[in-house]
């Protein structure tokens, strides 16, 4: 089998934006990409309008005349999507590079309007085509592309299962660092050679703190730290500040992706893409050990 693409929300949406009907609403809430992005909210984003599907996709899609203004732009981004990413499957042949011989995809990847860039959630992954991001440069659509599908596998393979966020230690926290180190960091790493053949590393901060060697070595002694940080007196109870450290992580400086792709770099030229894939199998933890003991010779 292989991933399937999905057009069908971002389709009505645009039909919504240009009719005004409200009754594009219900239909695009019927969606298994609305049930997709809503069940990410439900898990991931509770302070949303997550009443039912239909509130959460009213949401995403009102004020009417706030959205219209982007209808060119999305339309433009939906033709893109179709010829360079559905028809080539070169995302999703990119992403299987760095997944185990054996793995098949079984899910799709849903194009909709209005949520996140682009999230994963058990099989499936989906794409935001309203995303300013796409915008000013269409062609990251396709990195994104990558980085999302690649998170469907990772998260088939570790079978369908995602850390909580209600965590309320730090044993807690730091089973979730590991886990989003190795997942972003994944997903970070995976298209950064088409980046670099594509010269499309200065586009997106992630990739311009890579190639920065002073900057990306004071990320990697920052993230240790604060990695070192919870695995001490793992079963105190969490505190604000605690949570600040997770915002350097993640939104702040983004360092788990950063340092995530870092890692997953220095084992795929030292220890090889076999060694690297099969990781994904095994414990988050094992991940950020075997950068560790590359580290030590």
């Known amino acids: 089998m292989s991933l399937n693409y999905d057009f069908i929300f971002v389709e009505l949406a645009i039909k919504f934006l240009e009719i005004g009907d409200v009754e594009y609403l219900q239909k695009i809430a019927e969606s298994k990409a609305a049930e997709h992005i809503f069940n990410h909210a439900l898990r991931f984003n509770p302070g949303m309008p997550i009443g039912s599907t239909l509130e959460f996709v009213t949401h995403l899609l009102t004020p009417l005349d706030k959205h219209r203004e982007k209808l060119q732009q999305v339309t433009k981004n939906l033709d893109y999507a179709k010829k360079h990413i559905a028809s080539t499957r070169i995302a999703e042949n990119i992403a299987l590079q760095f997944l185990p011989d054996n793995f098949v995809f079984f899910g799709s990847m849903f194009f909709t309007f209005?949520?996140?860039?682009?999230?994963?959630?058990?099989?499936?992954?989906?794409?935001?085509?309203?995303?300013?991001?796409?915008?000013?440069?269409?062609?990251?659509?396709?990195?994104?592309?990558?980085?999302?599908?690649?998170?469907?596998?990772?998260?088939?393979?570790?079978?369908?299962?995602?850390?909580?966020?209600?965590?309320?230690?730090?044993?807690?926290?730091?089973?979730?660092?590991?886990?989003?180190?190795?997942?972003?960091?994944?997903?970070?790493?995976?298209?950064?050679?088409?980046?670099?053949?594509?010269?499309?590393?200065?586009?997106?901060?992630?990739?311009?703190?890579?190639?920065?060697?002073?900057?990306?070595?004071?990320?990697?002694?920052?993230?240790?730290?604060?990695?070192?940080?919870?695995?001490?007196?793992?079963?105190?109870?969490?505190?604000?500040?605690?949570?600040?450290?997770?915002?350097?992580?993640?939104?702040?400086?983004?360092?788990?992706?950063?340092?995530?792709?870092?890692?997953?770099?220095?084992?795929?030229?030292?220890?090889?893409?076999?060694?690297?894939?099969g990781l994904i199998c095994e414990s988050p933890e094992n991940f950020i050990k075997t950068y560790l003991n590359l580290e030590e010779y």
């Open 114 to 277: 209005g949520y996140d860039i682009g999230v994963a959630f058990g099989k499936n992954c989906s794409l935001n085509l309203a995303h300013s991001i796409f915008s000013s440069n269409i062609e990251e659509m396709k990195y994104y592309a990558i980085h999302e599908i690649h998170h469907a596998g990772f998260i088939t393979l570790k079978e369908g299962y995602m850390p909580s966020l209600q965590v309320s230690t730090r044993k807690d926290m730091l089973r979730l660092i590991e886990y989003l180190t190795h997942l972003e960091g994944m997903g970070t790493y995976v298209p950064l050679e088409i980046r670099k053949q594509e010269n499309a590393m200065n586009t997106d901060r992630d990739y311009i703190a890579l190639q920065n060697s002073d900057q990306l070595n004071s990320f990697v002694k920052e993230y240790f730290e604060i990695y070192d940080y919870f695995k001490d007196n793992l079963n105190e109870a969490l505190t604000d500040y605690d949570w600040y450290k997770i915002g350097v992580l993640s939104d702040i400086k983004r360092l788990w992706y950063i340092v995530g792709a870092h890692m997953a770099k220095a084992i795929d030229k030292r220890l090889g893409r076999e060694k690297l894939t």
